[in-house]
């Protein structure tokens, strides 16, 4: 693969579609999936024109059972990304679609130059705005992305359920998360590119109070009906 960075030096054409991006940092290491929104921040790698490129974005989660050991297909089911371009002042968007949709929680295993530790990594279909590239100019499309959260060292998980993303705030230095993330293209003929960069935070996202409020109605309206029924019931005797 090769890096785009063409398209930050050359403004290379944007096709635009909307996007969505949902905001409170996440708790500990977790024995289950307790939230399931979450918003996280970033750069572009370093750029030689732009110095940083900032990066928002958004995913949410939803429990299921596992596929495999540590594996979890079907889990996401929301995302989108936000590539902030300082010039001509675009923004590059990628959004969710139906795929693999996975999150993968591993324990021990090979991190890359030569660490061991643990992982949490989310990879997700998507689509989204397309890029043009090269000479003549060839158009690349969005068709997935991935997070990786790791610990060198391990003692990141106490299994490998499904569980929410580590907060960074909560991980000691040096055995701390080491957050990346790429975005992958392909062109017509299934060649392929990349965006890649870090992560600098992840929070996760409350419930609205509106929703709150509303299963607080539920919960009150299940309790008086059971309260009306032993009611009649008695009364009937």
Known sequence: MFMLKQWLRRGLILFAVTAFVPSVPTTAVHAALVNHSFSFTGDLDL???FGSVPV??????????GSSLGGYTGAVT??????????????HRS???????????????????GSNGDRWELVTAVTGDRILNGTPPVEFAPVSFE??????????????????????????????????????????SRNGAEYAGSINSLTAVPLPAAVILFGIGLISLVGLGAGRRRHLLGFQV
Do not use: C
């Open 147 to 188: 997070l990786r959260l790791d610990r060198v060292m391990g003692g990141l998980f106490s299994d490998t359920s499904l569980q929410d993303p580590p907060s960074f705030s909560t991980l000691i230095n040096p055995r701390g998360v080491t957050g990346r993330w790429h975005l992958l293209f392909e062109d017509m």
């Open 95 to 113: 959004f969710f679609t139906s795929g693999a949709n996975a999150v993968t929680i591993s324990k021990n295993i090979d991190l890359g130059s």
């Open 78 to 91: 929301g995302f989108s990304l936000n590539i902030l371009v300082p010039s001509p002042g675009q923004t």
């Open 56 to 65: 928002t974005g958004s995913f949410q989660l939803t429990p299921v059972p």
């Open 47 to 49: 750029d030689p024109v």
